[in-house]
T-cell receptor, first 111, second 116 residues
Framework: QKEVEQNSGPLSVPEGAIASLNCTYSDRVSQSFFWYRQYSGKSPELIMSIYSNGDKEDGRFTAQLNKASQYVSLLIRDSQPSDSATYLCAVEAGSGSRLTFGEGTQLTVNP | GAVVSQHPSRVICKSGTSVKIECRSLDFQATTMFWYRQFPKQSLMLMATSNEGSKATYEQGVEKDKFLINHASLTLSTLTVTSAHPEDSSFYIC????????????FGDGTRLSIL
């Protein structure tokens, strides 16, 4: 089992729809969870961080964390073509420790 | 805030050349910096973790004599690819993290290295 698994892509949604990206992790002691966006040929950009159970909203983005189910998700509301990118889920076991990345989910938002 | 500058953005050089890549945290002190490598259509692979003033910790399978890392200050880390060969061609990305709890890693823009 991979340490961090993301739903296989590619994911295609129409403009204005909600895009849902999912991630599960295997290490129960994981404490910090991040979503990064990576455009083709570019480096990852931090979108959201979440550290406690529940929802965290930032503009059109909502991260959801359920530590009991070892599950973290990212919802993108009112998806725009500019949201088309690969989204990386990253998990950190303890403060300051290494990040473990999922393989990424490629999202395409169609105009 | 939390800007990480990486330089150069692209390098093309002959086989056998050594290449130095710099990573700077511009507006914060980075107690820890990380170096990643990414091949096309793959996720990031951690190469090493660098703490200011101490030796870097390399991941299994990464040759420390091939990839020299220096973290001389709280704002600067360098990666030197020594005697580079075509198989070293990749996208190298650094990240930096402030000290303290719940601090994310912020990434530089990456360096695309092409060895001819």
């Amino acid at each position: 089992q991979k340490e961090v698994e993301q739903n296989s892509g590619p994911l295609s949604v129409p403009e204005g729809a909600i895009a849902s990206l999912n991630c599960t992790y295997s290490d129960r002691v994981s404490q910090s969870f991040f979503w990064y966006r990576q455009y083709s040929g570019k480096s990852p950009e931090l979108i959201m961080s979440i550290y406690s159970n529940g929802d965290k909203e930032d503009g059109r983005f909502t991260a959801q964390l359920n530590k009991a189910s070892q599950y973290v998700s990212l919802l993108i509301r009112d998806s725009q073509p500019s949201d088309s990118a690969t989204y990386l889920c990253a998990v950190e076991a303890g403060s300051g420790s290494r990040l473990t990345f999922g393989e990424g989910t490629q999202l395409t938002v169609n105009p | 805030g939390a800007v990480v500058s990486q330089h150069p953005s692209r390098v093309i050089c002959k086989s056998g050349t050594s290449v130095k890549i710099e990573c700077r945290s511009l507006d914060f002190q980075a107690t820890t910096m990380f170096w990643y490598r990414q091949f096309p259509k793959q996720s990031l692979m951690l190469m090493a973790t660098s703490n200011e003033g101490s030796k870097a910790t390399y991941e299994q399978g990464v040759e420390k004599d091939k990839f020299l890392i220096n973290h001389a200050s709280l704002t600067l880390s360098t990666l030197t690819v020594t005697s580079a060969h075509p198989e070293d061609s990749s996208f190298y990305i650094c990240s930096a993290r402030e000290g303290g709890v719940n601090q994310p890693q912020h990434f530089g823009d990456g360096t695309r290295l092409s060895i001819l």
